[in-house]
């Protein structure tokens, strides 16, 4: 699909207004003295708390979180793919929050929601009337044994999620490693977890560098499947497929890492047919991913079905509200939905939240759904990108129909995610977007 210079303009006008004005909101503003708990001051919680404070009148809005730094996550992989500094992604916590929520720099020890209060890391307790957990995940590095962060930036071992000073490491290791050739490895947990189709992206980075420095036909790459698919949306899956195979990346499938041995360079799986060792030169490491501890141990989690290990709390997949305590909501990654832990589907659940709490506080009911959107700028190469927007049902869902072709490697594409997402993002955190 070719995109002309009007579609081009009308899309960087659209953009533009995206991350300047801030979005509709419902109605008039409430006036309540409600007291609202925020758990996890991240994408969610900061967006949540700036749309609030516009919102109500007199309410006590708190958010608990004890992180200094807050991360801009979709710029990891920019980051480990040497485009960005480590920086990219840092600014302060305090730069989001609205002057006038009560910021508690702690993390919650205790959840109990039947006597409607949060215990603290140091034993304050914070009483709420309405509940809104947004505590992102858990990276459990500690669930692959032999693995430890400190090995990050040696023998080969990257971990792109870990965060933006992993990310460089991660870079430093792949750049080496691409200047000779090797075997490259690439896996994926098999939980839930944050943007699924990061790990693809960076086995395409790894491939891209090595054609360009003429090293690929050195060059064995690896890719671990955890079931029999790459993504979860058949036809992406498909295309992703093509594209391993036109790319001469070798697939193997029903691999989930359990353990590596940086000294032999061996990654351990567990599959169908029992634990397999796969050696590599370079690999991308990503644990499984779960709910922070506090909140799978707390009466909040699921406690029935797939989930239960992994801890995500137990809401309704359109409102976001617990299916078991009316009061209490989650939003972003720690949400248990079926698709949905990405800054976009962020940006859709937060606005979905908001009116339910909004609705409730004033005695009234919300109609406003979250169906499940979820968007991955899928990056196939420098400067290439494809922009692929679905929902729960995995119908694809493209912002920009016309424009942007979802299944097609776009220049167009990879500028949405290297400039124009960060502005979008930013909006989003202001409550603008």
């Keep these: 699909m070719q995109t002309t210079r ?13 991350s300047t004005v801030p979005a509709a909101r419902a109605a008039q503003t409430v006036k309540t003295d409600a007291r609202i708990l925020i758990l996890g001051a991240g994408a969610a919680g900061t967006a949540l708390a700036n749309r609030l404070m516009d919102r109500l009148d007199g309410a006590k ?7 200094k730094d807050h991360y801009y996550q979709p710029g990891f992989t920019l980051i480990a793919a040497g485009l960005k500094p480590a920086d990219y992604s840092t600014t302060a916590t305090a730069d989001w929050l609205p002057r006038d929520v009560d910021w ?40 692959i044994e032999g693995m430890s962060l400190d090995l990050v930036g040696t023998n080969g071992i990257g971990a792109v999620y870990a965060g933006p000073d992993y990310a460089a490491r991660t870079w430093a290791e792949m750049d080496r490693f691409t200047e000779k050739g090797g075997v490259a490895l690439f896996t994926r947990p098999a939980t839930e977890m944050k943007c699924a189709g990061a790990p693809l992206k960076y086995t395409f980075l790894t491939d891209d560098y090595a054609r360009r420095k003429g090293t690929r036909a050195k060059t064995e790459i690896v890719y671990a499947a955890h079931n029999k ?20 990346v070798a697939p193997v499938y029903d691999h989930v890492m359990t353990a590596i041995d940086p000294g ?32 799978k141990n707390s009466p909040l989690s699921w406690k029935t079905g797939k989930w239960v290990d992994e801890g ?38 937060v606005p979905v939240v908001e009116d339910h709490l909004v609705a409730q506080i004033a005695g009234r009911e919300s109609d406003a759904r ?16 494809m922009l692929v927007e679905f929902d729960y049902n995995n119908n694809l869902t493209p912002s920009f129909p016309g424009v942007i072709a ?23 955190l202001r409550g603008r977007a």
């Design 104 to 143: 508690i720099a702690e993390g919650a020890a205790e959840i109990d929601p039947d006597a409607k209060r949060v215990v603290t890391t140091s034993g304050k307790s914070i009483a709420y009337d309405y509940l809104v957990v947004a505590a992102g995940l858990k990276l459990d590095f500690e669930a």
């Design 264 to 295: 032999r360079k061996i990654a351990t799986f567990d599959t169908p047919e029992g634990p397999r060792e796969i050696g590599y030169d370079f690999t991308n490491v990503i644990p499984p991913m779960r709910a922070p501890d506090v909140v």
């Design 370 to 385: 979250y169906d499940g959107y979820t968007s991955c700028p899928l990056i196939t190469r420098i400067g290439r990108a």
């Design 312 to 349: 995500w709390v137990e809401v309704d997949k359109h409102s976001l509200r617990h299916t078991r305590y009316p009061n209490v909501f989650a939003v972003g990654d720690v949400a248990g939905v079926p698709k949905g832990k990405t800054a976009a589907s962020v940006k859709w659940q």
């Design 406 to 428: 979802p299944l097609e490697e776009l220049w167009i594409s990879w500028l949405m995610k290297e400039i124009a997402l960060k502005a979008t993002y930013n909006a989003m």
């Design 229 to 248: 698919t790459f993504f979860s949306v058949p036809i992406v899956n498909e295309k992703v497929r093509m594209l391993f195979e036109d790319r001469a």
């Design 61 to 67: 809005v708190t958010i608990l979180d004890p992180r």
């Design 6 to 18: 009007r579609n081009f303009l009308a899309l960087s006008a659209g953009l533009a207004a995206l």
